[in-house]
């Protein structure tokens, strides 16, 4: 085996080219430290770094989510089922919201009174008063809104486990819209995985 080299492979990480010999040896020690649910490969690359296996997949794709005025509105399954489309069994789920007068969340899909209670603090921590902002030429609710998104998530990740984004029995993605005015909020998905 002079001459020829390999990559070693967990998941979506690979490490540099070396001599087979160095690389088992080094693949024995981590699977022993890792236990029997650690994942490594040793891939054979041959004499070029450029001559690997690529065993991770990529995805994307854009969803429309339309409001009403300030609420929640719930995407889950509209993100759920598209995962479950792509027959990927393991990976990660991105979550981006392309806006900054809304924001998203990983919350409670059970009693709708948990997002009307939350909807409720977040009016009395940021109040619409155009005398306490400086931005108010978009209206009363505008500036409030920013403050909103800044205090909450434009961007979620979730775990691809056994082929679907792994929440909880209860958990549920919503857009959290902070403007009083019918808007149409873009996701932007993203999955890596295998």
């Known amino acids: 085996m002079q001459g020829r080299t390999a990559g070693v ?16 040896r080094v693949a024995s020690a981590l699977l022993r ?6 994942r490594w490969r040793i891939v054979d690359v041959g004499t ?4 690997y296996v690529d065993l991770m997949q990529q995805f994307s794709r854009q969803v429309s989510v339309s409001t009403q005025g300030k609420g929640f509105y ?27 007068s809304a924001s ?14 939350l909807e409720t603090f977040f009016s009395r921590l940021v109040p619409e008063d155009n005398s306490l902002y400086t931005h108010t030429m978009e209206g009363p609710d505008d500036m409030p809104a920013h403050i909103r998104a800044a ?5 979620l990740s979730v775990p691809i486990v056994q082929g679907r984004p792994a929440l909880g029995t209860w958990q549920g993605i919503y857009v959290f819209e902070h403007r009083r005015h019918p808007h149409s909020r873009t996701l932007a998905l993203h999955v890596l995985g295998e």
């Open 48 to 51: 070029s770094p450029l001559n």
């Open 104 to 117: 998203l969340l990983i919350q409670e899909n059970a009693d709708p009174d948990v997002v009307r209670d």
């Open 151 to 155: 205090l909450t998530q434009s961007q």
């Open 9 to 24: 492979t967990r998941g979506r990480a690979d490490f540099p080219s070396a001599p087979l010999f160095l690389l088992a």
């Open 74 to 100: 719930e995407a889950t399954h509209e993100v759920v089922s598209w995962v479950e489309g792509l027959g990927i069994n393991e990976g990660l789920l991105t979550v981006f919201l392309r806006h900054t």
């Open 33 to 38: 430290d890792s236990g029997p649910a650690a």
